[in-house]
């Protein structure tokens, strides 16, 4: 009888053993499928943030302002964060993710961005771009040399060249170049501003109108007012986004292209 009942003893507790060792498997599991969906959960979370970034460019009627903020954003994200296999960015860190590709074409009518039918920057390639990864600094230093380098250096600042670019007809005219035609062009521009009550944006030019002799009329300067003039344009445009364009990688469900169509409108 004795022995009977340790028999029972020992069984009870094997069987416990085995339900607290089932119970702490179940909780074991359940927690770690907590944790991967929990994990899963952040992905998506971090998709959907990064997407959203690119995805309010994906309209019609985008500015083309936009569309060059956009183009600097890949061109940083291409640079730190992407690349599928063993690359490094410029922080020596491996990257992991699908390079973005950014295309636009100005459909033929890149001489609508141009004072005298002559493009500066919107040459060759750059009227029907793709920015990759692999062209990332080609891109960057190609308009920071064309809008930085070789245009600030004849005025004070951006808001200066600014000035420059939009006061362009009164400063040079389409047919009719000579000093006294210019000046007097500038007095009737000046007289226009006065009446509207323009003040805070035309001192600028102004001053830069008042030296106009030792600083603008050369056909080097005049070229780089027009090449800013050009710029200015493009950030004026609008484009509409190509849905068929518009892509995700299979994997990581991130937006890795997208495409834009100039619609021949300025604002």
Not at 17 to 30: D, K, S
Not at 36 to 50: I, P
Not at 171 to 187: H, P, R, V, Y
Not at 194 to 206: G, S, V
């Amino acid at each position: 009888m004795e022995n009977a009942s340790k028999a029972l003893i020992m069984a009870a507790s094997v069987l416990i053993a085995i339900v607290i060792i089932g119970a702490l498997v179940l909780m074991f599991n359940n927690l770690n499928n907590y944790q991967q969906v929990n994990t899963q959960g952040n992905r998506d979370a971090q998709v959907v943030e990064f997407n959203n970034q690119y995805e309010t460019y994906n309209r019609k009627n985008v500015r083309g302002s936009d569309l060059y903020s956009l183009l600097n954003r890949v061109v940083d994200y291409n640079r730190r964060k992407s690349e599928v296999g063993t690359l490094k960015n410029d922080q020596g860190q491996y990257l992991a993710y699908e390079p973005m590709t950014i295309h636009y074409t100005l459909d033929g009518k890149q001489k609508d961005f141009t004072f005298d039918e002559t493009n500066r920057i919107f040459t060759g390639n750059y009227t029907d771009f793709t920015l990759t990864q692999a062209n990332t600094n080609e891109f960057k230093t190609y308009i920071e040399s064309k809008v930085n380098n070789e245009v600030m250096g004849i005025a004070k600042n951006e808001k200066a060249m600014q000035n420059l670019a939009s006061g362009i007809s009164n400063l040079f005219g389409k047919s009719n170049n000579d000093e006294k035609g210019i000046l007097s062009a500038i007095s009737l521009w000046n007289a226009n501003v006065k009446n509207n009550k323009i003040d805070t944006a035309n001192k600028e030019f102004n001053e830069l109108a008042s030296l106009y002799k030792s600083t603008i009329n050369t056909q080097e300067n005049k070229d780089k007012v027009y090449t800013y003039y050009e710029f200015m344009q493009f950030k004026r445009a609008r484009f509409d986004c190509i849905p068929a364009e518009v892509e995700y990688n299979n994997g990581t469900g991130r937006i890795t292209k997208m495409g834009f169509k100039f619609t021949g409108k300025f604002n």
